[in-house]
Protein backbone atom coordinates (compact mmCIF):
# COMPACT_ATOMS: atom_id res chain seq x y z
CA UNK A 1 0.00 0.00 0.00
CA UNK A 2 2.76 2.38 0.73
CA UNK A 3 4.72 1.83 -2.70
CA UNK A 4 1.22 2.99 -4.33
CA UNK A 5 1.17 5.60 -2.56
CA UNK A 6 4.61 6.93 -3.03
CA UNK A 7 3.58 5.93 -6.47
CA UNK A 8 1.01 8.56 -6.91
CA UNK A 9 2.69 11.24 -4.97
CA UNK A 10 4.58 10.98 -7.71
CA UNK A 11 2.54 10.65 -10.57
CA UNK A 12 0.62 13.97 -9.96
CA UNK A 13 3.81 15.56 -9.23
CA UNK A 14 5.32 14.99 -12.82
CA UNK A 15 2.05 15.24 -14.63
CA UNK A 16 1.48 19.00 -12.55
CA UNK A 17 5.56 19.80 -14.05
CA UNK A 18 3.62 18.98 -17.84
CA UNK A 19 0.99 21.18 -17.16
CA UNK A 20 2.94 23.81 -16.07
CA UNK A 21 5.57 23.25 -19.04
CA UNK A 22 2.09 23.17 -21.54
CA UNK A 23 1.23 26.69 -19.93
CA UNK A 24 4.75 27.90 -20.68
CA UNK A 25 4.98 26.69 -24.43
CA UNK A 26 1.83 28.69 -24.58
CA UNK A 27 2.75 31.78 -23.05
CA UNK A 28 5.56 32.34 -25.62
CA UNK A 29 2.72 33.35 -27.96
CA UNK A 30 2.00 36.39 -26.21
CA UNK A 31 2.98 39.35 -28.57
CA UNK A 32 3.37 36.92 -31.70
CA UNK A 33 1.28 37.92 -34.84
CA UNK A 34 -1.91 35.07 -35.35
CA UNK A 35 -1.02 34.44 -38.72
CA UNK A 36 2.34 33.01 -37.37
CA UNK A 37 -0.02 30.78 -34.89
CA UNK A 38 -2.25 29.71 -38.29
CA UNK A 39 1.37 28.43 -40.44
CA UNK A 40 2.37 26.66 -36.94
CA UNK A 41 -0.85 25.20 -35.75
CA UNK A 42 -3.40 25.71 -38.88
CA UNK A 43 -6.92 26.36 -38.88
CA UNK A 44 -8.53 26.86 -35.68
CA UNK A 45 -11.60 24.27 -34.90
CA UNK A 46 -13.44 26.91 -33.54
CA UNK A 47 -13.71 31.06 -33.20
CA UNK A 48 -15.22 33.58 -31.67
CA UNK A 49 -15.35 37.36 -31.27
CA UNK A 50 -16.46 39.20 -27.98
CA UNK A 51 -16.24 42.94 -27.73
CA UNK A 52 -12.36 43.60 -29.07
CA UNK A 53 -11.36 39.80 -28.57
CA UNK A 54 -11.03 36.82 -30.40
CA UNK A 55 -10.55 33.41 -29.39
CA UNK A 56 -9.18 30.80 -31.50
CA UNK A 57 -9.72 27.13 -30.19
CA UNK A 58 -7.56 24.01 -31.30
CA UNK A 59 -9.33 20.63 -30.15
CA UNK A 60 -6.61 17.66 -29.82
CA UNK A 61 -8.36 14.24 -30.24
CA UNK A 62 -7.71 10.80 -29.17
CA UNK A 63 -7.81 7.63 -31.31
CA UNK A 64 -11.69 7.40 -31.08
CA UNK A 65 -12.21 10.91 -31.59
CA UNK A 66 -12.78 12.68 -28.51
CA UNK A 67 -11.93 15.50 -27.47
CA UNK A 68 -9.04 15.30 -24.68
CA UNK A 69 -7.36 18.50 -24.86
CA UNK A 70 -8.14 22.23 -25.91
CA UNK A 71 -6.03 24.80 -26.44
CA UNK A 72 -7.38 28.80 -26.34
CA UNK A 73 -5.70 31.72 -27.46
CA UNK A 74 -7.13 34.95 -26.77
CA UNK A 75 -5.97 37.48 -29.75
CA UNK A 76 -6.79 41.52 -30.15
CA UNK A 77 -8.98 41.93 -32.77
CA UNK A 78 -7.07 45.42 -33.18
CA UNK A 79 -4.05 44.45 -33.41
CA UNK A 80 -4.00 40.90 -34.11
CA UNK A 81 -1.29 39.64 -31.16
CA UNK A 82 -1.91 37.15 -29.53
CA UNK A 83 -2.59 38.38 -25.39
CA UNK A 84 -2.53 34.78 -23.85
CA UNK A 85 -3.40 31.37 -24.04
CA UNK A 86 -5.21 28.33 -21.90
CA UNK A 87 -5.27 24.53 -22.15
CA UNK A 88 -8.40 22.35 -20.63
CA UNK A 89 -7.96 18.65 -20.31
CA UNK A 90 -5.17 16.61 -20.38
CA UNK A 91 -2.34 19.77 -20.76
CA UNK A 92 0.73 17.54 -20.71
Known amino acids: MRMSLVTWVFSLALLSGCSNN???MLDTW??????YLFSSWGVPNRTGLSNEMKFLTYDTKNIIGLIVKTNTFRVSAPSGKIIGASCSGLCF
Open 22 to 24: HQM
Open 30 to 35: KGVPEK
